[in-house]
């Protein structure tokens, strides 16, 4: 495959990397590439930058139950319990040594259970006016579904509202919606979101409860970005 004349595949492939959706051979294969491409590692660096914010989002969760009797039953542990803990058997000493791979499958179980989760297809970084990161913003369109993320300190008055728009490329804005705490949001998404015709996102500081004008902010606009396609 010859990807260095291919701008589009280019991106493509960082993506994915980035994400960690590029596997196997394919993997590989462009790990190999970086070393000798100076301009397709930059490439990657950028999409780190761009989706580092995510980061937020990936939340611990427990394994159930039935993982850790797993575990207890494979390390034969279950006769050896004493005041709470695993004290006193050798078998328990032995099996210490398997405990990392016992943690891994639990993720692995985990993952591989777990609900589906939304399939992000497009985020967009809203950065201040010296290129900050303040927001992130994941679309699943599939679903339907915009999640906007306060990822920095964004001080705000309490009688303030963080406000979401889309600017078309005619310069019509249209509201998404508002931040009710200042910190996140979960919003409908559709095309007054992401159409064809949307050229920029930005955030307005309004008065409590959005802004007054329906035909667009009445405070000042803090910060802006634009939608990136992941997927």
């Known amino acids: 495959m010859n990807y260095r004349d291919k701008a589009e595949l280019r991106e493509k492939l960082a993506a994915e990397y980035v994400l960690g959706t590029l596997k196997g051979g394919a993997r590989r294969r462009f790990e190999g590439w970086l070393h000798n491409d100076a301009a397709l590692r930059r490439t990657v660096a950028e999409w780190q930058d761009k989706l580092a914010p995510m980061n937020e989002f990936a939340g611990s969760e427990p394994p159930p139950p039935r993982v850790w009797r797993g ?4 390390l034969d542990l279950r006769g050896t319990r004493r005041g709470g803990a695993w ?3 050798l078998n328990f000493w032995r099996g210490l040594g398997l405990v990392s791979s016992g943690l891994a499958a639990v993720l692995v179980f985990n993952l591989a259970t777990r609900e589906p989760a939304a399939v992000i297809d497009h985020v967009a970084t809203l950065t201040d006016a010296q290129a900050q990161a303040a927001l992130l913003l994941t679309a699943d369109t599939r679903r339907g579904r915009l999640e906007v993320r306060v990822v920095n300190n964004v001080p705000v008055a309490d009688d ?6 889309a600017i078309t490329k005619a310069g019509k804005p249209r509201s998404l919606g508002i931040l009710a705490d ?3 949001a979960h919003l409908v998404l559709d095309a ?3 159409g064809s015709d949307v050229a920029l996102l930005a955030i307005s500081l309004e008065p409590k409860g959005g ?3 329906p035909n667009g902010p009445t405070g000042p606009v803090l910060y802006k970005g634009n939608w990136v396609r992941v997927m």
Not at 71 to 74: A, H, K, L
Not at 160 to 165: A, M, N, V
């Open 87 to 89: 004290f006193g058997s």
């Open 211 to 213: 802004s007054p004008d």
């Open 192 to 194: 007054r979101a992401i």
């Open 182 to 184: 200042n910190r996140s």
């Open 160 to 165: 303030r509202t963080l406000q979401l728009w």
């Open 71 to 74: 575990i207890e039953r494979r």
